[in-house]
């Protein structure tokens, strides 16, 4: 589940269209309808929140084509679109709108999200991590709505449909390793983008969180079309990328996860943890699937 329209081709992408291209059932959830989101084109600068107030329809159409790309047939909006709106970065005066999505009832989102469980039976469930990944209030809220629903699509008598226990529940993640390979990338790329610190980026984790690796570069391509089909949002430069603060980052083949609750399926061998400077190899899953029956 992802908060925003554009949150899904970013962060997860390219490990949609790969399980989607093999077959697997794919649904995408979207919170809210970006409304308060940054516009990058001039000539749509019009639609902003303070102007038309008419971007979240706008993106409606951006997310429809980047599904497209990615293969993902089966998109929804968390009980429907607009029930809940895009809340804007933390601590602005859109947090505080009734109909925001930092504000909702967390039993009554989840309820909407245990419908949407109950009726298709996923095994996985993916979702950000308890600082929404970057600290945006509806990433968190995604967080607690995911896992709520998690435990609340299990019990008897809550919501409709039968019970329905999933197997497995996952964060996204980025390794800062890898943040720091991407980042001395950038700074050669000559893309005019800007190059930020890693450290001073609000995500990240050490390699030792990461329990799972999806190579899906393969699917790259869909990835990056999926992007900018969410121009409103995104500027790329294959391989790389920028939102409206202009800051490079480049858009990953290989994505990674961390398993909250389930249980693990058999690791394969990965690369060196350069963390502490230990040098061990370490062991991740490399599907989501794995260990499910």
């Known amino acids: 589940m ?8 970013i962060g997860t992408g390219a490990t949609m269209a790969k399980y989607a291209a093999e077959g697997a059932h794919v649904t995408l959830v979207t919170c809210t309808l970006g409304e308060e989101g940054e516009i990058i084109p001039e000539e749509l ?3 902003a929140a303070d102007r038309d107030d008419a971007l979240g329809p706008y993106r409606i159409g951006e997310l429809e084509a980047a599904c497209r790309a990615l293969g993902v047939a089966d ?7 607009g029930r809940w709106r895009d809340s804007g970065m ?4 859109s947090n505080d709108a009734p109909n925001a999505f930092w504000r909702a009832d967390l039993d009554e989102a989840a309820g909407e999200l245990v419908k949407v469980i109950r009726e298709i039976r996923p095994q996985v469930l993916v979702t950000y991590d308890d600082n929404g990944f970057y600290g945006h209030p509806d990433h968190i809220q995604a967080h607690r709505v995911s896992h709520r629903a998690f435990e609340l699509a299990a019990k008897e008598g809550f919501g409709t449909g039968e019970p329905w226990q999933i ?4 964060h996204t993640a980025v390794p800062r390793s890898v943040m720091r390979r991407s980042a001395e990338a950038l700074s050669v790329a000559q893309v005019g983008f800007l190059l930020e610190s890693v450290e001073d980026m609000p995500f990240g984790c050490v390699d030792e969180d990461v329990t799972t690796e999806i190579d899906a570069r393969g699917w790259l391509r869909h990835k990056l079309d999926a992007m900018r089909a969410h121009a409103t949002q995104i500027t790329v430069t294959d391989p790389w ?12 083949g290989v994505e990674h996860f961390t398993l909250a609750l389930g249980v693990p399926g058999p690791p394969v061998p990965g690369p060196p943890v350069e963390a502490g400077g230990l040098g061990e190899p370490y062991t991740r899953e490399n599907d989501l699937f794995a260990g499910i029956d």
Do not use: I, T
Not at 2 to 9: I, K, W
């Open 2 to 9: 992802h908060a925003h329209p554009d949150d899904e081709s």
């Open 45 to 47: 600068a019009h639609l």
């Open 75 to 81: 998109h929804r909006f968390l009980g429907g679109p």
């Open 90 to 93: 933390m601590g602005v005066a």
């Open 167 to 170: 197997a497995k529940l996952y």
């Open 241 to 252: 990328f920028a939102l409206s603060n202009n800051v490079g980052q480049e858009a990953m």
